[in-house]
C-alpha cells in the first residue's frame, strides 16, 4: 500500500511539473523559440496574484481574473514589440533576449518585493484530503492541479484544432514563409501564441503560489522541471509534455521513498537516462 501512495504522489507531482511546462512546449512548437524566462514568468504570476489578494482583497482564485488577461496582454506586446524582432534560423538571439528578460523579472521582483518567501492561501481545500481505501489518501488540491493541467490541455488541443487562429498557429509553425505567402500575418499569430502561453504561465503559476512558497530567485528551478518535462515528452508535443511531467514526477516520488535526499536526483537521473535513449523524448513534434 505504501507503493501504492508513493505512486499516486507521483502521478499528481506530474500534474504540477506538465503544468508548468505547457506554456513552453507551446511557444516552441508554434516558433520554436526558446524561453529561458518561463520560470521566472512563473514566479512573476505569483507575485501579481499575490498583489492582487493583498491590494484588492480578492481570493487567490479570483486574481485569475486580472492576472491572466494581464499576461495576455504582456506576452501579446513582448513578442510584437521584442521577441519577433529575434526569430530567425539561428535559435540563440531570442535566447539570449529572454535570458536578460529573466534577469530583469528577478531583480524587478527583488526591488519591489524584497528576497522574502510568499505563499498564497487557498484555505481548508489546501489540506483536504479524499480517503482510497483505510491506508491511502489523495490530497484535493494536487488533484484539482493534475485536473486543471489536463483541461489546458485539451482547451489548447480545442483551439488549435477547432478555430481559425489555431488553424494559423499551425500552418505557421509548419511552415511560416509559406504561410505568409498565403496572406496569414505570422507576426500577429506568434503574438497570439505568446499571450495564450502567458495565459497558461499565469494559471501556473498562480497554482505554484498556492502550493509551496515563491521568491524573487525561484524561477530557475521552475524552468529546470519544466525543461526535463518537455524534453521528455517531446518538444512541441503538448500531451507529450504531460507524459513528461508524469514521468519525473514518478521519478522523484520513488527516489524520496528509498531516500527522501535521493528525490529530485532521481528524477534528473531519469531524464538524463531518457536524453541518452531517445534525444527527441518520447513524442518529438513531426516536421513538415
Known amino acids: 500500500m505504501d507503493w501504492i501512495a508513493t505512486l499516486l504522489q507521483g502521478l499528481l507531482l506530474g500534474g504540477v511539473y506538465a503544468l508548468f511546462?505547457?506554456?513552453?512546449?507551446?511557444?516552441?512548437?508554434?516558433m520554436r523559440l526558446v524561453n529561458i524566462a518561463h520560470g521566472d514568468m512563473i514566479v512573476l504570476a505569483g507575485f501579481v496574484s499575490f498583489a492582487v489578494v493583498e491590494v484588492l482583497g480578492l481570493g487567490p482564485i479570483l486574481s485569475l481574473a486580472i492576472v491572466l488577461p494581464l499576461f495576455f496582454a504582456f506576452g501579446y506586446v513582448l513578442q510584437l514589440a521584442v521577441l519577433n524582432r529575434t526569430l530567425g534560423d539561428d535559435l540563440l538571439p531570442p535566447m539570449i533576449v529572454t535570458f536578460g528578460l529573466a534577469i530583469v523579472i528577478q531583480n524587478g521582483l527583488l526591488q519591489s518585493f524584497a528576497a522574502d518567501s510568499r505563499k498564497l492561501s487557498l484555505g481548508e481545500v489546501e489540506t483536504a484530503s479524499i480517503a482510497l481505501g483505510t491506508d491511502i489518501a489523495v490530497g484535493v488540491y494536487p488533484l484539482i492541479i493534475f485536473a486543471t493541467a489536463i483541461v489546458t490541455i485539451l482547451a489548447l488541443q480545442a483551439l488549435f484544432y477547432g478555430t481559425k487562429i489555431g488553424r494559423e498557429f499551425?500552418?505557421?509553425?509548419?511552415?511560416?514563409?509559406?504561410?505568409?505567402?498565403?496572406?496569414?500575418?505570422?507576426?500577429?499569430?506568434?503574438?497570439?501564441?505568446?499571450?495564450?502561453?502567458?495565459?497558461?504561465?499565469?494559471?501556473?503559476?498562480?497554482?505554484?503560489?498556492?502550493?509551496?512558497?515563491?521568491?524573487?530567485?525561484s524561477g530557475p528551478?521552475?524552468?529546470?522541471?519544466?525543461?526535463?518535462?518537455?524534453?521528455?515528452?517531446?518538444?512541441?508535443n503538448i500531451?507529450?509534455?504531460?507524459?513528461?511531467?508524469?514521468?519525473?514526477?514518478?521519478?522523484?516520488?520513488?527516489?524520496?521513498?528509498?531516500?527522501?535526499?535521493?528525490?529530485?536526483?532521481?528524477g534528473h537521473l531519469v531524464f538524463l537516462a531518457i536524453l541518452i535513449v531517445r534525444p527527441r523524448g518520447f513524442f518529438p513534434k513531426v516536421a513538415h
Open 21 to 30: 511546462a505547457i506554456g513552453l512546449s507551446l511557444v516552441f512548437g508554434v
Open 221 to 236: 528551478v521552475r524552468l529546470l522541471f519544466a525543461f526535463e518535462a518537455v524534453i521528455i515528452g517531446g518538444l512541441g
Open 239 to 266: 500531451w507529450g509534455t504531460l507524459l513528461g511531467g508524469v514521468t519525473l514526477g514518478l521519478a522523484q516520488a520513488i527516489g524520496g521513498a528509498i531516500d527522501p535526499q535521493f528525490q529530485v536526483m532521481a
Open 170 to 217: 499551425r500552418a505557421t509553425s509548419d511552415d511560416p514563409e509559406a504561410a505568409r505567402l498565403m496572406g496569414i500575418n505570422t507576426k500577429r499569430v506568434f503574438a497570439v501564441a505568446t499571450g495564450v502561453a502567458l495565459v497558461v504561465i499565469g494559471i501556473a503559476g498562480v497554482l505554484m503560489a498556492i502550493r509551496t512558497t515563491f521568491d524573487p530567485l
